[in-house]
């Protein structure tokens, strides 16, 4: 039986199918290097995070908790199974199958507005009361911070320090808690505006703390991402990453930091396209993630997140990227290495490197700063994403993609940096198939098949026995040919020429499906087990 609109409950088979998708994996993080001090606050973390985890299921719907303690009180087979497919996803919708309902007696799908607004609430509805209210309350009406309810038949907002208020003062007592045991000045100072935000309401002064932060530990907890607001995109869920800052990967993006003017000074593109003084990079932070709760925890993991999300801090202060490098180890050994048993011809199985894996992320976000962004096309002064519109995050994603690729080779060719060729190129298009077996809907996916086909028209990529290996002696030259296309589109926002790029090149071909139809058992995703979060902090269950 497979979930569809109609079935409104899995059975036995189909939640195994359902939670098969996730394999558990461990996620472990050092904490030998920090200070007792940190490590007192470490714990403390951990536990304000868990309290956003009910507020969460509580954002998530009215009747998540009651059904919560329904499922752990039946100890059937069935029973477990619903439990343990409820955990993964904070709820009783498949994430990955487009919310629809997996246990019986709820809504077949998530309600659109989730537990933001009242379940019956229309479109319509909801913007003509705003319109009825004071310029300031529609303002707050359509915030991040406030949920709406029916009061004797007419519609209020209530600020989330009320509805969560008993639960946001535990977590803001042991954030103040744990700002005592730190001695690091950004973290004390983000922890205790975050605790008086919860109270407040106002997430402003703590989202620019935040934007400060410069600790070993790296804490992100708070009312943060709107995809659960499917009605408007306007309320915030709550949710929390407590992490460890990496310190040698954090080296490493200041190495490629310091050397992104010279790499733009040698792209290969015309030289009239270069920009003799690159603006500053948006920071990132690569950390390990120790544990993470309420929105950040549910279905797929993220492995890097931007925020803030408030416009007014990101105009004034900008945003921070968060890198979590030990999920994204996770889901290399667990997902990308059995991809390339599958994809990779025998020879080059040896080559799959998760640090090859991790450089090249690395250097593909900092590749986003450099190459076209002020242009003149038609005699005016725009930028390749006003031109190339629609296609735009397709090819810049291609762009940082391929640049990245042309920038490690670059820097190796000249002994500033090393790295196995062989690892890189075949790692590389080891996980293009990571993206690719997802198909082409999203921007991710139809750039990567725009690589991955150019590549391989060209000699770089070789199929023999319906498997994949890297030709050595090409790729180098394809990737710099791709890297020249790509930018080139960009710095003349030919929107007509990028168009033609994606029709030809961002399609899968009839051999390269094939090998996708083969990875339909790989998992799709982790389910983290928070191994070092547990022995610091006890029991983790939601
Ligand atoms: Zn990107």
Redesign the pocket.
């Known amino acids: 039986m497979t979930l569809t609109e109609a079935s409104t409950s899995a059975d036995l088979v189909e939640l195994h199918r359902l939670s098969s998708r996730f394999a558990p994996t461990e996620i472990r993080a050092d904490t030998s290097h920090l200070t007792p001090g940190d490590r007192s606050a470490l714990v403390e973390l951990i536990r304000a995070a868990r309290i956003l985890d009910d507020i969460f299921m509580d954002q998530l719907w009215s009747g998540n908790q009651a059904l919560l303690d329904q499922l752990k009180q039946d100890h059937s087979e069935l029973g477990r199974a619903r439990l343990q497919y409820f955990r993964l996803n904070r709820g009783p919708w498949s994430d990955l199958d487009g919310h629809l309902a997996f246990l019986p007696g709820v809504p077949p799908r998530k309600p659109a507005g989730a537990n933001f607004y009242p379940e019956d609430l229309s479109k319509e509805q909801f913007e003509s009361w705003v319109r009825s209210l004071p310029p300031d309350q529609q303002k707050d009406a359509e915030g991040f911070f406030t949920v709406i309810r029916r009061e004797q038949g007419q519609l209020a907002m209530a600020p989330y320090s009320r509805i969560y208020g008993a639960r946001l003062e535990a977590c803001a007592a042991l954030l103040r808690q744990a700002a005592g045991h730190t001695t690091n000045a950004t973290l004390q100072r983000f922890l205790a505006s975050r605790a008086d935000a919860f109270h407040s309401n106002d997430y402003y002064a703590s989202d620019v703390a935040w934007m400060d932060l410069d600790s070993a530990l790296d804490v992100t907890i708070g009312p943060y991402e709107t995809y659960n607001d499917e009605l408007f995109g306007y309320k915030a869920g709550f949710e929390a990453y407590v992490s460890l800052r990496d310190e040698a990967e954090s080296a490493k993006v200041k190495f490629f930091a310091n050397h992104l003017q010279e790499m733009e000074n040698n792209l290969p593109m015309d030289a009239r396209y270069r920009n003799p003084g690159i603006g500053a990079l948006a920071p990132i932070a690569v950390v390990n993630e120790v544990y993470c709760s309420g929105d950040a925890a549910h279905g797929v993991q993220a492995a890097a997140y931007n925020l803030p999300n408030d416009e007014r801090v990101v105009q004034e202060k900008g945003a921070r990227r968060v890198m979590l490098r030990n999920v994204q180890e996770a889901k290399f050994k667990t997902i990308l290495t059995p991809i390339a048993g599958r994809v990779l011809a025998g020879p080059a199985r040896g080559a799959l490197d998760f640090d090859a894996f991790f450089t090249h992320i690395l250097a ?2 900092l590749s ?1 700063g450099i190459g076209p962004q002020q242009i003149t096309a038609g005699g005016r002064r725009t930028s390749p994403r006003k031109e190339l519109k629609e296609l735009y995050s397709t090819i810049e ?1 291609a762009k ?1 993609d391929a640049t990245s690729l042309y920038m490690l080779q670059y820097l190796s060719d000249r002994e500033v940096l090393k790295i196995d060729e062989r690892r890189l190129y075949t790692t590389y298009l080891a996980s293009s198939f990571r993206t690719l077996r997802f198909g082409l809907k999203e921007a991710h996916g139809k750039g990567m098949a725009m690589q991955f086909n150019y590549l391989a028209d060209q000699g770089a990529f070789v199929r023999c026995d319906g498997r994949y290996d890297v030709d050595l002696g090409k790729v180098k030259v394809a990737v710099r040919e791709l890297v020249h296309d790509l930018l080139t589109l960009e710095a003349t926002g030919d929107y007509a020429g990028a168009k033609q790029m994606m029709d030809t090149l961002g399609v899968i071909r009839p051999e390269e499906q094939k090998t996708i139809d083969s990875l339909k058992d790989v998992p799709v995703d982790i389910a983290p087990l928070f191994v070092t979060a547990a022995s610091l902090a006890g029991d983790l269950q939601p």
Do not use: C, L, T
Request: glycine share 0%; aromatic share 0%; charged share 40%.
């Open positions: 593909h976000e986003h994603e940082a």
